[in-house]
């Protein structure tokens, strides 16, 4: 049995260092879905990646949002990455659309991995829309790795689906290309069957919106945990969180305890107590704020960890859970 915090590529919310990359290229490759291709200004290899993993882009209009390596992890000259204009979000993925051209520079944070692709026999993936972006390197890392792998792949319509002529064309007997307007809803249960339906030694990978995710989560209901991973680009409830009282968070290095208000998050105290944490989202979905955990139960509430991983408490996204117990000590 693997460990669920295997191939993680970071457990400590310590402030990284940002870098600076250029826009080498940039190409539409689906209806409002750019491809950018991002270099170091000086030709230097740019840090290691696995298949899962994703950056942060820190805008100049002062938002940091997270975008899937959907490229070659042995390219190590160039980072890609594939963006879907939201029309009505607060502007991240407009500036990227609007204003990164070809040749001009952003600053980046990261690679990040919480979607690490666990070793396995055979793999279903299902991606709807632009979570195909994770998948892509996965599917080739499976392919390598010498696993059977099938992707079921949805869309609204094909010309809003990226890539999928490359896919076809590498892997056409693994690919099942289905877009919305065509054939409907993907059929889940054909493909996951029920318990009993996926085969011993199979791991299913999903990532799109929220709706196909919590479909996936349901039909995937009762099989074993570490069995279904999934990655959300956004929170899984919109709703305001539920506050119960005060608990306590203490600092290791220090052994200063700070009181944590049923009106603040943890995220918020220890940043005014001077407490520099990275943190991006602050709403539990791109596991920049992940802190380690030395003592405590955590009430999780972020859409990052796995079961597994909440059953271990060995990691707390500090920006949105909270404790459990009066006082959890962290690896700060
Ligand atoms: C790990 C990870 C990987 C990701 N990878 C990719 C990727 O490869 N490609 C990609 O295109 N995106 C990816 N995303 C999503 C991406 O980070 C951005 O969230 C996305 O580009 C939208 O940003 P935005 O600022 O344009 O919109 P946001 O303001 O973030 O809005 C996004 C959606 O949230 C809703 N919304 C609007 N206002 C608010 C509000 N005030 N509060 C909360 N929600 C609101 C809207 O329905 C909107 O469509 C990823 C996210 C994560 C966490
Ligand atoms: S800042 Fe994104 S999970 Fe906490």
Not at 39 to 60: C, K, N, R, T, Y
């Amino acid at each position: 049995m693997y460990s669920d915090l295997q191939n993680r590529s970071t457990a400590a919310a310590r402030p990284e260092r940002d870098l600076e990359v250029v826009v080498a290229d940039r190409q539409v490759v689906a209806d409002g879905v750019v491809l950018l291709d991002l270099q170091d200004p000086d030709g230097e290899v740019l840090p290691a990646w696995e298949a899962g993993a994703h950056i942060d882009l820190v805008l100049p209009n002062g938002l940091v949002r997270q975008y899937s390596l959907c490229g070659e992890p042995q390219d190590r000259q160039s980072w890609r990455v594939a963006v879907l204009r939201e029309s009505d979000g607060r502007g991240g993925s407009k500036f990227i659309h609007d204003e990164l051209r070809v040749g001009g520079t952003v600053r980046v944070r990261g690679p990040r991995n919480h979607f690490p692709l666990v070793p396995a026999q055979r793999y279903v993936f299902i991606a709807g829309g632009i979570g195909i972006t994770p998948l892509i390197p996965m599917m080739t890392a499976a392919s390598s790795g010498g696993a059977d792998w099938q992707l079921i792949y949805g869309g609204r319509s094909l010309t809003s689906m990226a890539f999928v002529e490359q896919l076809v064309a590498e892997h056409a007997d693994s690919v099942a290309v289905r877009p919305q307007d065509t054939f409907g809803l993907l059929n889940l249960d054909a493909l996951l069957g029920g318990p009993g339906g996926l085969s011993d030694g199979t791991l299913v990978y999903c990532c799109g919106p929220g709706p196909l995710i919590d479909a996936v989560e349901q039909r995937c209901t009762g099989l074993p945990t570490g069995l279904l991973r999934v990655e959300r680009f956004a929170p899984a409830d919109a709703s305001e969180p539920v506050l119960h009282g005060s608990f306590e968070v203490q600092i290791a290095s220090t052994g200063e305890a700070l009181t944590v208000s049923p009106e603040e998050s943890v995220l918020e105290v220890l940043r005014c107590n001077g407490i520099d944490i990275d943190a991006s989202c602050e709403e539990g979905t791109c596991g920049t704020c992940e802190t380690r955990v030395l003592d405590g139960q955590i009430d999780h509430r972020d859409f990052v960890l796995t079961a597994a991983e909440r059953e271990q408490n060995a990691l707390m996204m500090v920006c949105v859970s909270r404790a459990a117990c009066p006082r959890v000590v962290l690896d700060l």
